[in-house]
T-cell receptor, first 116, second 111 residues
Framework: EAQVTQNPRYLITVTGKKLTVTCSQN?????MSWYRQDPGLGLRQIYY???????DKGDVPEGYKVSRKEKRNFPLILESPSPNQTSLYFC???????????????FGPGTRLTVL | DAKTTQPPSMDCAEGRAANLPCNHS???????VYWYRQIHSQGPQYIIH???NNETNEMASLIITEDRKSSTLILSHATLRDTAVYYC????????????FGKGTRLSVIA
């Protein structure tokens, strides 16, 4: 089944304790992206990656890192989490053809992160 | 800057058609209209997209006005499982512009 998976689905942690949220897709998509969703603010893009070893900042990249060493994986790293990073996080992927991102982005199920 | 305007919420009776409007008066010639929906805290789900012609798929129909300044997503026979937030997004097909989600319309389908 074509899907985007995220782990963990729920995480409660404390300020300053490094964490990684994994994202994996099995559709051989070039494009992957991370969003966060907060009440009243909608979905905001954190980072995206057009292909392996190519990443770029989205609208709210501060406090986050990403890497794209393999096509299928795009982990989100919080080196020193803070309470304002408490949020619902979504990973997404999309096929990229001839310099464009195709129409359909597939989203993962979400990771609910709480930083105390 | 918001490129689309949607009503914050709408109700629809189960079994009836749900018509969700979207204004995109500043849309440019190479920009498509996309619709996604998000069912309570799940990942957003692609519904449909179009440029200027009306489109239909198994999920919904998309009607775009001739001047392309507005569109309507139609769920022909809404069910309780269609209760969700619906996002109208304008994005050029070419290039690498990511999706920008606004606040959407919260559709409540009522039994």
């Amino acid at each position: 089944e074509a899907q985007v998976t995220q782990n963990p689905r729920y995480l409660i942690t404390v300020t300053g304790k490094k964490l990684t949220v994994t994202c994996s897709q099995n559709m051989n998509h070039e494009y992957m992206s991370w969003y966060r969703q907060d009440p009243g603010l909608g979905l905001r893009q954190i980072y995206y990656s057009m292909n392996v070893e190519v990443t770029d900042k989205g609208d709210v990249p501060e406090g986050y890192k990403v890497s794209r060493k393999e096509k299928r994986n795009f982990p989100l790293i919080l080196e020193s989490p803070s309470p304002n990073q408490t949020s619902l996080y979504f990973c997404a992927s999309s096929l990229r053809k001839a310099g464009t991102i195709t129409d359909t982005q597939y989203f993962g199920p979400g990771t609910r992160l709480t930083v105390l | 800057d918001a490129k689309t305007t949607q009503p914050p919420s709408m109700d629809c009776a189960e079994g009836r058609a749900a018509n969700l409007p979207c204004n995109h008066s500043t849309i440019s010639g190479n920009e498509y209209v996309y619709w996604y929906r998000q069912i309570h805290s799940q990942g957003p789900q692609y519904i449909i997209h179009g440029l200027k012609n009306n489109e239909t798929n198994e999920m919904a129909s998309l009607i775009i006005t001739e001047d392309r300044k507005s569109s309507t997503l139609i769920l022909s026979h809404a069910t309780l499982r269609d209760t969700a937030v619906y996002y109208c997004i304008v994005r050029p097909r070419s290039g690498n512009t990511p999706l920008v989600f606004g606040k959407g319309t919260r559709l409540s389908v009522i039994a």
